[in-house]
């Protein structure tokens, strides 16, 4: 089985700029999260979709949005990028509708704000 | 509001020596307390997890002792190899309400030395 796919791996983009990254999730796994993770802060959530539905979402700015596809599938979207949003983003699947489902994370996508 | 505080912050084991790392929760919400294993360049591997009603769990090397009148739990890893050689994270899963979210604590970077 497939595992979570992650793309871009890498990203350059300039303060100002958006930026849109994209999460293919296990199959099966309807729940799709996602966590930036920094040296100083660690890993932060950012927002869970279950079924195009976002059912909870962290302590981030309205420039942090998602979204997910009938087919599972999300996106990140970061707009009016700032040097301090350099981080690994990370996406994770899971079940999201039973007890006791660890989530299953992706390599990530390495963003970097020039 | 660090929700789960993870210790030590760096670890250094000879081969075949026991690694031990704790952590402490404050939120009575989790459910479920995972363990995931990253190396660089890669995302959080999940290694192990344990529920609150059960005390203690082991899959192979690596064992997870869980204290919930306390709000404490560990990771032991039995005969460590240079391979272990990640950094670490505990987390807590809050999967109430039709939510899944994952509290991180802030990571331990384990180094076994041949």
């Known amino acids: 089985k497939a595992g979570v796919t992650q793309t871009p791996r890498y990203l350059i983009k300039t303060r100002g700029q958006q930026v849109t990254l994209s999460c293919s999730p296990i199959?099966?796994?309807?729940?799709v999260s996602w966590y930036q993770q920094t040296p100083g802060q660690g890993l932060q959530f950012l927002f869970e979709y279950f079924s195009e539905t976002q059912r909870n979402k962290g302590n981030f700015p309205g420039r942090f949005s998602g979204r997910q596809f009938s087919n599972s599938r999300s996106e990140m979207n970061v707009s009016t990028l700032e040097l301090g949003d350099s981080a690994l983003y990370l996406c994770?699947?899971?079940?999201?509708?039973?007890?006791?489902?660890?989530?299953?994370f992706g390599d990530g996508t390495r963003l970097s704000i020039l | 509001q660090q929700q789960v505080k993870q210790s030590p912050q760096s670890l250094i084991v000879q081969k075949g020596g026991i690694s031990i790392i704790n952590c402490a929760y404050e939120n009575t919400a989790f459910d479920y307390f995972p363990w995931y294993q990253q190396f660089p360049g890669k995302g959080p591997a999940l290694l192990i997890a344990?529920?609150?009603?059960?005390s203690e769990k082991k899959e192979g090397r690596f064992t997870i002792s869980f204290n919930k009148s306390a709000k404490q739990f560990s990771l032991h890893i039995m005969d460590s190899q240079p391979g272990d050689s990640a950094t670490y994270f505990c987390?807590?899963?809050?999967?109430?309400?039709?939510?899944?979210?994952?509290?991180f604590g802030k990571g331990t970077k384990l180094s076994v030395i041949p």
């Open positions: 994770a699947s899971s079940h999201g509708d039973r007890d006791n489902q660890p989530q299953h």
């Open positions: 987390a807590g899963l809050t999967s109430g309400a039709g939510s899944y979210q994952l509290t």
């Open positions: 344990i529920r609150p009603d059960v």
């Open positions: 199959s099966g796994h309807r729940s």
